[in-house]
Antibody, heavy 118, light 112 residues
């Protein structure tokens, strides 16, 4: 059974940085592309970024491009999201999810909350 | 403003059938990309409900079905049950940004 556990969320001031982690178990992590998706309080889902299974390719939404970096460490079964130059509008629950067939998001974690506020 | 358009809310009585639409454009659904659906129960993480337009993962009841035509897709729920009350999101891919995925704005289903 696939289990994804996000961590690293918290309260941070605008302009500062934060790194999120997503630890996976119950799957062969190195075989899966991985996504980050966020959900602002009371709002819908917003896709943030994806990394291919081999880590060679990464893609970002326009709203985070140039500020966020997705990466992975297959030796630790862990996905990361480095978030720089944070803005109040980045406040959201951040989910990691597995990519299936470069098409849909198969399994989801429970999310970690990021609050950007002075 | 979401790339895929869904009605904000739908409702139905127990046992009834409801449908949720998802309207895209020629750069996403109309470009031939598959549509997928996710269910988010109150206070929970999203869960894959339908993938590849009309396929159900193991464990999803056959009361849930999906379809796609042109630049739109639909999720149908028959035999509505109280536990179906949730938010539903459609998702596809889009040509406008390489590698991108796009979601609908979500539809709140209320079981009367």
């Amino acid at each position: 059974q696939v289990r994804l556990v996000e961590s690293g969320g918290g309260v941070v001031q605008p302009g500062r940085s934060l790194r999120l982690s997503c630890t996976a178990s119950g799957l062969t992590f190195k075989n899966y592309g991985m996504h980050w998706v966020r959900q602002a309080p009371g709002k819908g889902l917003e896709w943030v970024a994806v990394i291919t299974y081999d880590g060679r390719n990464t893609y970002y939404s326009d709203s985070v491009k140039g500020r966020f970096t997705i990466s992975r460490d297959d030796s630790k079964n862990t996905l990361y999201l480095q978030m720089n130059s944070l803005r109040p509008e980045d406040t959201a629950l951040y989910y990691c999810a597995t990519d299936r067939d470069w098409n849909y998001l198969g399994s989801w974690g429970q999310g970690t909350l990021v609050t950007v506020s002075s | 403003q979401s790339v895929l358009t869904q009605p904000p809310s739908v409702s139905g009585a127990p046992g009834q059938r409801v449908t949720i639409s998802c309207t895209g454009s020629s750069s996403n659904i109309g470009a031939g990309y598959d549509v997928h659906w996710y269910q988010q129960l109150p206070g929970a993480a999203p869960k894959l409900l339908i993938y590849g337009n009309n396929n159900r993962p193991s464990g999803v009841p056959d009361r849930f079905s999906g379809s796609k035509s042109g630049t739109s897709a639909s999720l149908a729920i028959t035999g509505l049950q109280a536990e179906d009350e949730a938010d539903y999101y459609c998702q596809s891919s889009d040509n406008s940004l390489s590698g991108s995925r796009v979601f609908g704005g979500g539809t709140r289903l209320t079981v009367l």
